[in-house]
Every structure is written in C-alpha cells, then in structure tokens.
C-alpha cells in the first residue's frame, strides 16, 4: 500500500484506498466542533451611550466612552477584550482595554473605557465616532478550552457617534 506524505491519514481496508486528511481539515472539524460544541451562550448586547471628556492634559484630551452590557441568557457571560478606536475632529485613538469583568445573568453592567487624543482639544460640539469590537467567553469547559486554543474567540462589534459634550473637571 503506498504511504503518503501529505500528513495524517485513515486507510480503508475493504476498499484499498488510503483518504487523506490534511491538517486544513482537521483544523476546519475542529472549529465546527468548537462552534456546534460551545454553547448556547448568547452575546452580550452593547450599548454605546456617548462620551465624557476631562480637563486638557499637556499632551492632548483625556475621553472616556461609556457603556452598557447586558445579559440576556441564563449564563453569566466573561468579558476578555475591548479593542476600539475612537475619532474626533479627524483625530483618532486606537487601542485595547483588558474587560476583565462578568455580566450576570439577565443582568447588565456599565462599563467605562479610556482613550486620549493628542493635540488642541477639541471643541464643545466637535463629532466624534466610536467603534471596535468585544471578545467574550462562553460559559462551559469546551468553550474555555477552545478558547485558550485560539480556535474560537467570539466577538461582538460596538460602533456610536455623537457630539463632544462639555469638560467635566475629573472626580476628587
């Protein structure tokens, strides 16, 4: 029987012929599995509800954008990542926040995330734009464990745009 060089393979005694499996198609069962197998965890729902900014540093303007997440299953739902971009004036900020937080079931947090824009600040009124993306873990072994691999990492888009509000002088 010849032997292959293309990788795994599985013979079929009763017909004499040898199928070959490449890594691709394991790698494409083994992310079927991760999707059929991971759950039925519902994404987070995100609400972008405008942005804060705070007094003018030296190098440029401190903005925070706020949001909500809600749960609307029965599993709590762990945040990982927040990857985002935030434009103002033409002017952007891109960047990651570690999320590190759990929205309980049919429940909702809100949740507050940094960028600073170098340069002037921008005027009272100026737009402003927001979007990016969240990844999320489900809640079971298998998801976690697929996860970790890298196969299936779920994510939830985030986009919103308004005006630049006033200054707020920040906490005491």
């Known amino acids: 029987m010849p032997k292959s060089c293309y990788g795994p393979s599985l013979e079929l005694e009763q017909m ?9 198609s394991i790698s494409i069962l083994v992310s079927s ?5 991971g759950g039925c965890s519902l994404a987070p729902v995100v609400q972008v509800n405008g942005v ?6 030296d190098a440029g303007q401190q903005y925070h954008i706020n949001l909500t997440l809600v749960n609307n299953g029965e599993s709590p739902i762990e945040l990982d990542m927040f990857s985002y971009s935030l434009t103002v ?23 507050s995330i940094p960028a600073v824009i170098l340069g002037d600040a921008a005027a009272t009124g100026a737009p402003w734009s927001f979007s990016g993306d969240l990844t999320y873990l489900a809640r079971n072994t298998l998801a ?16 919103g745009s308004g005006s630049v509000p006033e200054a707020t002088p920040p906490a005491p």
């Open 33 to 37: 599995a991760a999707v059929l197998l």
């Open 89 to 111: 004036s033409g002017r952007s900020y891109t960047g990651n926040w570690a999320a590190s937080k759990t929205v309980p079931p049919f429940g909702r947090i809100d949740e």
């Open 144 to 159: 976690h464990t697929f996860f970790d691999m890298g196969v299936q990492h779920p994510t939830v888009s985030l986009s």
């Open 16 to 24: 004499g012929y040898i199928v070959l499996l490449p890594s691709t």
């Open 52 to 57: 804060d900014r705070s007094i003018a540093v």
